[in-house]
T-cell receptor, first 109, second 114 residues
Framework: ETGVTQTPRHLVMGMTNKKSLKCEQH?????MYWYKQSAKKPLELMFV???????ENNSVPSRFSPECPNSSHLFLHLHTLQPEDSALYLC????????FGSGTRLTVV | KNEVEQSPQNLTAQEGEFITINCSYS?????LHWLQQHPGGGIVSLFM???GKKKHGRLIATINIQEKHSSLHITASHPRDSAVYIC????????????????FGKGTKLSVKP
């Protein structure tokens, strides 16, 4: 365990489903991130939250909706996804260095 | 062309060999990170560097700011070192982008055979 916990580890969902990914850290870090990792591509930043406030939305489609209710929790709400959204979704937190979660392997069918 | 380039893309070594993975970047940075990703997907931070050299066990990371180049060395490699090693850089804080935004390389897949 790295200190950043992501659930679920694996998720299969249909294109009409609504699901949520959860990320939790109790490291006292002020910044939290969602990254997407597709096959053969570098990690891509999706969203950044600093002190619960969203400071960056990296041109992410609206079918991905982040929520940060407090500095320890970060959610990614998913609805009407496409098969090309299938990827590994990684959460990270940072203060000086970065701590990553184990990721959620998402498959959209 | 990616702002962070790694070489090689794939590397196969025999147990005990000395391994070097290279990272070159084309932008100004405040720090460089070496990360390790195992097949399960989770990422572990190995090093954060802004200058010089750091050592942790069998791992050594160096950075040359003038040449915009970093290397990750593994001494006495072992099959458990098999993973994808990712180089990532932080832009300086006075850059217009988000604080803490990392730019990632595509990773080097290392396989160490017994």
């Amino acid at each position: 365990e790295t200190g950043v916990t992501q659930t679920p580890r694996h998720l299969v969902m249909g294109m009409t489903n609504k699901k949520s990914l959860k990320c939790e850290q109790h490291l006292g870090h002020n910044a939290m991130y969602w990254y997407k990792q597709s096959a053969k591509k570098p990690l891509e930043l999706m969203f950044v939250y600093n002190f619960k406030e969203q400071t960056e939305n990296n041109s992410v489609p609206s079918r991905f909706s982040p929520e940060c209710p407090n500095s320890s929790h970060l959610f990614l709400h998913l609805h009407t996804l496409q098969p090309e959204d299938s990827a590994l979704y990684l959460c990270a937190s940072s203060q000086r260095g970065y701590t990553f979660g184990s990721g959620t392997r998402l498959t959209v069918v | 062309k990616n702002e962070v380039e790694q070489s090689p893309q794939n590397l196969t070594a025999q147990e005990g060999e000395f391994i070097t993975i290279n990272c070159s970047y084309s932008v100004g940075i405040s720090a460089l990170h070496w990360l390790q990703q195992h097949p399960g997907g989770g990422i572990v931070s190995l090093f954060m560097l802004s200058s010089g050299k750091k050592k942790h066990g069998r791992l050594i990371a160096t950075i040359n700011i003038q040449e915009k180049h970093s290397s990750l060395h593994i001494t006495a490699s072992h099959p458990r070192d098999s993973a994808v090693y990712i180089c990532a850089v932080n832009r300086p804080l006075n850059y217009g982008g988000s604080q803490g935004n990392l730019i990632f390389g595509k990773g080097t897949k290392l396989s160490v055979k017994p």
